[in-house]
């Protein structure tokens, strides 16, 4: 981090404790006027292990039977804010037993005997927002068999982060952070006693956010799927609980949740799942499903990129391939380098995959999610089609990454077809990579197409002189396909072919033209809700572009004996957060 950054962070610290113990000066609330129906879903497993004092945040486990949550140390910054936001409150209530209640109750009078006059790294304005809508949310769940005169201190601190946020909200960054804090705001106002007059102007900036942040398309700068999904469940919780309270919703919401609709439905897998691109994963089981339910927006986009990704869907199978430049400037500070790499998901289970986002497994991991190998797609010379910027100010942010990505999508013989190209190797090797997927009507069988062009006349310079760098050994390329951790892979047909099974039952071949070596290669698979990464495999086709033109094709096709329909009934694990 610069010394400009950590000046201003430290600013920002120093300014939310300020305004934290200014709030203290506010008149508390006295009741709920309303109460909004809990929104949010929660695991039963996990309230359980909280229970059991097995903490699981931000990818890490500490176990502390009989321990306060408060006393635990925070392995990191990020552990800390899952504990001050009060998501884990879901889970709990989930649970719902006299033990889930007796430990929620606990650790919330405790929160507020420890930080409720301002300290604590709680004090943000998207932490705020995100705990007073779990406050809020359970408030039976919390207030349950307690004395009518133990409630004050809850209502006191309520009225407290409602003045902190409307004077901060502005403080948090633009995007999600600054939804979160909007929606909290808007929550109190519509539930506390007292709280009434920051509704009109917390519903005035969610409107400019709505207009500002969320494009024509119904997408984020960012191009994270499940960010997106964060986004408009928060915006579907506002509507619900302006439509309770007898009250329209603005039209800048209502328009903006009319756009972002019909991009998720594109975004959504044939499992119900969101394509894990730029640092976002699956999604909370049920949550998309749910939040597009409850939206009452049935519309979908039938032609064209949504948020800049394509899909092609026939059959059981759902292809999403990331078509569009990768975001640039601030929104890139969480983005990957996976220009025209794709997932493949048949019925409910994952075959074709990304690794996705190492976030939550440290600054190792978080960086080598975003490199271009560990997405499925064509890695030249194991490098990037972007990569992270020079400049020390900004060494989150992506540079140098594609410019010019042009696609179509068109109608196939047999099927859907979409076509693909970017300049992301053009300045470091001369060459722009071509790729075209072919799915077929019935949903069985992807054919894939690889080019490496020089174009140009300066092109064809510039791979000259990186051709010459390799003693004219060809500059080499790996086409990767990374397999989901349920998938069964084994090299079958003497070496030609890959077989795949899948636990519905499905098989899967793949296959190339013998124009790349083929091969099978340990991969990860980095979700946020697990302590380590998950050990797989990838599918990698291996060679060397020695021309202005390499080219080589491959498929995936079910097995002829896999049936049409599979009735796939196996069970998923209970328990998201367990290790296997």
């Known amino acids: 981090m610069s010394t400009s950054q950590t000046l201003s962070t430290r600013w920002s610290r120093a300014m939310n404790r300020l305004a934290a113990r200014r709030a203290g000066l506010s008149r508390p609330a006295t009741a709920f006027l309303s109460q909004p129906e809990p929104r949010s879903i929660g695991y039963l497993a996990r309230g359980r292990q909280l229970c059991a004092g097995n903490f699981v945040f931000a990818g890490h486990l500490v176990q502390a039977p009989g321990v306060s949550i408060w006393d635990i140390k925070p392995p990191d910054a990020a552990f800390a ?23 929620a109750q606990a650790w919330l009078w405790e929160w507020i005997t420890r930080f409720g006059n301002g300290a604590g790294p709680g004090w943000t304005p998207d932490l705020t927002g995100r705990r007073l809508i779990r406050w809020i949310s359970h408030a039976l769940f919390l207030l349950r068999g307690q004395p009518s005169d133990s409630s004050a201190p809850i209502y006191r601190s309520l009225a407290r982060q409602t003045r902190f946020l409307s004077g901060r909200w502005k403080a948090a960054y633009p995007g999600l952070p600054r ?6 705001l808007i929550y109190a106002g519509l539930s506390l006693e007292g709280m009434r007059a920051h509704v009109a102007p917390a519903l005035a900036a969610l409107a400019r956010e709505c207009d500002g942040q969320i494009d024509a398309t119904g997408g984020l700068s960012t191009r994270n799927p499940e960010e997106l999904l964060d986004v408009f469940t928060l915006l579907t919780w ?3 609980s302006l439509s309770e309270q007898g009250q329209t919703t603005d039209d800048a919401l209502w328009r903006a949740i009319e756009r972002i609709a019909p991009t998720l439905r594109s975004l959504r897998h044939a499992d119900g799942g969101l394509a894990r691109f730029h640092g976002g994963g699956r999604g909370l089981e049920g949550r998309l499903d749910g939040a597009l339910a409850t939206s009452g927006v049935k519309t979908q986009i039938d032609d064209g990129l949504a948020m800049g990704f394509a899909r092609l869907g026939a059959g059981r199978t759902s292809v999403i391939v990331d078509a569009a430049p990768p975001p640039t400037g601030p929104s890139s500070a969480g983005a990957h380098a996976s220009t025209l790499a794709f997932e493949l998901t048949s019925g409910r289970r994952p075959l074709i995959v990304n690794c996705g986002s190492g976030h939550s497994f440290g600054p190792d991991w978080r960086r080598a999610g975003r490199a271009t190998p560990s997405h499925s797609a064509l890695v030249l010379a194991s490098g990037s089609s972007a990569r992270l910027s020079n400049d020390k100010r900004h060494s989150d942010w992506l540079s140098d990454a594609p410019r010019n990505v042009t696609i179509s999508q068109s109608k196939a013989p047999d099927g859907l077809r979409f076509d693909g190209a970017h300049d992301g190797y053009l300045r470091s090797h001369g060459l722009t990579h071509v790729r075209r997927l072919d799915l077929s009507s019935d949903g069985r069988g992807l054919a894939g197409e690889e080019m490496l062009l020089a174009i140009e006349d300066a092109d064809k310079r510039r791979f000259d002189r990186a051709l010459d760098e390799t003693r004219l050994h060809g500059i080499p390329y790996d086409v990767r396909f990374h397999l989901h951790p349920e998938v069964d892979a084994s090299i079958d047909m003497g070496g030609t072919a890959v077989s795949l099974a899948l636990r519905s039952g499905e098989i899967w071949v793949f296959r190339n033209d013998g124009h790349a070596a083929l091969s099978l290669q340990p991969s990860v698979y980095l979700e946020k809700t697990r302590l380590k990464p998950r050990a797989t495999q990838q599918i990698v086709l291996s060679g060397r572009a020695m021309a202005y033109a390499t080219h080589l ?23 998201p957060a367990a290790d296997e």
Do not use: C, M, N
């Open 238 to 240: 506002v509507a619900l």
């Open 81 to 103: 804010a899952e504990l001050h936001g009060f998501g884990w409150l879901d889970d709990l209530a989930a649970a719902g037993d006299a033990a889930a209640r007796e430990r």
């Open 553 to 575: 094709r491959w498929s995936l096709a079910k097995a002829q004996d896999t049936p049409v329909g599979i009735r796939d009934v196996t069970e998923d694990a209970l328990d």
């Open 179 to 184: 939804f979160e804090a909007l929606t909290g």
